[in-house]
């Protein structure tokens, strides 16, 4: 599995192509707030990290929209048979590495990707990097602060869809998180990102045991 260069006037992003891969500020940010008390309870129920719980609802939304197998990279379209999920872990050195989890439907499976990819960036103090094999999702969870928003990279040189989060906050039998969502619009339109926002927050409520 890797991925694999495709004619964009063959996809329904032709246009978008056009307009977008080459502008200066091609990225778009939407920000959404979420109840995420279905996992924060299902994380203690399952003994199972919560940052895990999110990024599996993370795939398990992005995994039915078709837009999240292309990604536009250095004024090409790439497509991709396979997701997955970056998370940034903190080292044994004190320091960061990135950390690709694969993508699958099954959480225990899924689960095992992530206690072994996130392990490894641990001991190893080196990037588990899938970007030649998967479409990943980017993340970044600044767990010590709550945050209204946050803007990533407008540059074009990371055109991956990236989303980042704070501290949820507890208001009554509500945890509340909000989450930005930036997007390259050579990749999707509003509407597939307002899809995705949708089906993650439908994720996170239906979240009830094992699976979803």
């Given at each position: 599995?890797?991925?694999?260069e495709?004619?964009p006037?063959?996809t329904?992003r032709?246009?978008?192509f056009?307009?977008?891969?080459?502008?200066?500020?091609?990225?778009v940010?939407?920000f959404?707030t979420?109840d995420?008390?279905p996992?924060?309870q299902?994380?203690k129920?399952?003994?199972?990290?919560?940052?895990?719980?999110?990024l599996?609802?993370?795939?398990q939304?992005?995994?039915?929209i078709?837009?999240?197998?292309l990604l536009?990279?250095e004024?090409?379209l790439?497509?991709?048979?396979?997701?997955?999920i970056?998370t940034i872990?903190?080292?044994k050195k004190g320091?960061i590495s990135s950390?690709d989890i694969?993508?699958?439907?099954?959480?225990k499976?899924f689960n095992?990707n992530?206690?072994?990819s996130?392990?490894?960036?641990?001991r190893?103090?080196k990037?588990?990097?899938?970007?030649l094999?998967?479409?990943?999702?980017?993340?970044?969870?600044?767990?010590?602060?709550?945050?209204?928003?946050?803007?990533?990279?407008?540059?074009?040189?990371?055109?991956?869809?990236?989303?980042?989060?704070?501290?949820y906050?507890?208001?009554?039998?509500?945890a509340?998180?909000?989450i930005?969502?930036q997007?390259?619009?050579t990749?999707m339109?509003?509407?597939q990102?307002g899809?995705?926002?949708?089906?993650?927050?439908?994720?996170i409520?239906?979240f009830k045991?094992?699976?979803?």
């Open positions: 599995m890797s991925r694999k495709i004619d006037k063959t329904t032709a246009a978008a056009e307009l977008w891969m080459n502008a200066p500020n091609p990225m940010t939407f959404k979420y995420i008390m996992i924060i299902a994380s129920r399952f003994n199972m990290k919560l940052n895990m719980l999110m599996y609802c993370i795939g939304a992005a995994s039915s078709k837009e999240f197998e536009p990279l004024g090409r790439y497509k991709f048979d396979q997701l997955a970056n872990v903190a080292n320091e950390c694969r993508y699958t439907e099954d959480l499976q095992a992530y206690l072994h996130t392990q490894k960036a641990y190893t103090c990037d588990q990097d899938l970007s094999q998967c479409m990943v999702i980017g993340t970044s969870a600044i767990v010590d602060v709550e945050l209204d928003g946050a803007i990533g990279m407008n540059s074009g040189i990371f055109n991956n869809p990236f989303l980042i989060w704070g501290k906050r507890i208001d009554g039998p509500q509340l998180l909000t930005s969502f997007f390259h619009h990749q339109d509003g509407k990102a899809c995705f926002l949708k089906k993650l927050e439908e994720a409520l239906t045991s094992g699976t979803t």
